[in-house]
């Protein structure tokens, strides 16, 4: 691969070998090149820029380079390699981003939210395609991805606007894209650029999930994740919204704009509980996040991410290489990408029983109204000193609330919120749909 390229936009020469890019005038000019190809200006092969023509030409290739990382013996560096000539950037490829771009912040401003279109970080170290900012001060920045773009890509930008305070938020129109589990994510559908412009709704396919809990009985509506028939235990799996039971109402992008400003979606990082290197990411409803989070502890308390890949760069200053190396780059950016996308069940958590966190009875203002022979006969019942008389928090009834065996409320009403939590345990045995106990 080559150590260099041309930046067709401002004429210069780029060293990839060297720290400032042997350009110290201009801080910003690595970030700017390894930006999208539709968001920035063409890099060419330096022999092409120089001779006219050059190796990958000459077999049918492009001359326009991306640039990408390459690790060798331990060692990350900058290098360029060509694009195909399917992935130059096209007039509908801008048209659909630009599009896109102008739709979400009509959205957001429709809606009483503040937008800015190419909103620029005030270093200048980030671009967002539309920043959105709701009500409470919550930014989203939204990424509108349809030309190619590599996975370090994806992570480095959303990491960068997380530093910076802003939810990134990709959408895309393919499900082979590397933003899609790499991010927050949402996927819509193949539409072309006056589609987008026009009124016609755009449906969020996938990148949006409910969460869904059941206990896996014979009676099930839903076959157990494990087996396939039931195991008896309790399950709680994320589920796109026509999947869900009963089918929750799809989430269109217009909606997505200013429910993610809002807060009322918000993004989730799920790992799986086989493998927590593998993970899902998905926007959900903020109700149902607050359930996982009952049930299995903040998304911090998850397992980290696998290394993402973005070494630290070596740069070895060497002298600009102005020679075509297309025969003997090793990285095919068009390669066939696979699917990315799944329209099943993700995220699945199994367990035997319900966590104990969760059989809790909604605080409530109750006092004890009783006089003291009342008190005494409380606690003859209930064989305790009078002193451990209390009220029940569901009922107010007098219980044996203090002490080393006191409880918090009264055993009705722990078994009323015993099954009122239960992932579907008792409204399944009962021949309810399981669907009944999903949450938001």
């Known amino acids: 691969m080559a150590n260099g390229v041309f930046h067709t936009g401002y004429g ?35 022999e092409h820029h120089r001779d006219g023509a050059c190796q990958a030409e000459e077999e049918g290739r492009s001359p326009w380079m991306t640039i990408r990382r390459r690790t060798v013996g331990g060692s990350t560096f900058w290098v360029a390699a060509h694009l195909p000539v399917r992935h130059t950037p096209t007039a509908e490829e801008s048209a659909k981003h630009q599009a896109m771009k102008e739709r979400i912040a009509r959205a957001a401003e429709r809606h009483g939210l503040h937008a800015e279109v190419e909103a620029r970080a005030t270093d200048g170290r980030i671009r967002t395609d539309v920043l959105v900012t709701g009500d409470d001060g919550r930014r989203i920045g939204w990424e509108a991805q349809y030309s190619p773009i590599t996975a370090d890509t994806v992570r480095r930008r959303s990491r960068a606007a997380a530093e910076h305070g802003i939810v990134p938020l990709w959408v895309t ?109 998905m926007w959900v409803p903020a109700a149902d996040r607050d359930r996982w989070h009952d049930m299995f502890g903040p998304d911090e308390d998850s397992p980290a991410e696998p290394p993402t890949g973005d070494a630290e760069i070596t740069y070895t200053c060497q002298e600009l290489d102005a020679a075509c190396r297309y025969g003997e780059e090793t ?28 059989f809790t009875v909604p605080r409530q203002d109750h006092r004890l ?9 409380a606690a003859l019942a209930h064989g305790c000193e009078p002193w451990q008389i209390g009220p029940c928090a569901g009922c107010g009834s007098p219980i044996r609330r203090y002490g080393d065996a006191g409880f918090h409320a ?18 399944l045995a009962a021949g309810e749909s399981p669907g009944d106990s999903g949450s938001g």
């Open 331 to 358: 990285f095919t950016f068009n390669d066939p990408r696979p699917r990315r996308g799944n329209s099943a069940g993700t995220g699945l958590h199994t367990f035997d029983e319900v966590p104990k966190r969760l």
């Open 173 to 281: 129109d393919t499900d082979r894209s590397a933003v899609v589990e790499r991010a927050p994510w949402a996927r819509v559908d193949d539409f072309s650029w006056k589609e987008i412009a026009s009124p016609l709704a755009m449906v969020v396919r996938a990148g949006v999930r409910h969460l869904q809990q059941w206990k896996c009985l014979p009676s099930s509506v839903r076959p157990c994740p494990v087996n396939g028939s039931s195991c008896g235990r309790f399950h709680a799996e994320w589920f796109l919204p026509a999947l869900c039971l009963p089918a929750k109402p799809a989430t269109e992008v217009d909606q997505l704009v200013v429910a993610s400003a809002d807060g009322e979606f918000v993004p989730m990082r799920i790992p799986s509980q086989r493998d927590p290197r593998s993970i899902s990411r």
């Open 369 to 377: 109204d009783a006089t003291e022979s009342q008190r005494r006969e």
């Open 12 to 46: 210069i020469e780029i060293n990839l070998t060297l720290p400032d890019l042997n350009h110290p005038d201009r801080p910003g000019l690595l970030e700017e090149i390894t930006t999208p190809i539709d968001r920035r200006e063409l890099l060419e092969c330096l």
């Open 410 to 427: 009264c055993e009705a009403c722990r078994a009323r919120a015993a099954r009122r939590w239960a992932p579907g345990s008792v409204r």
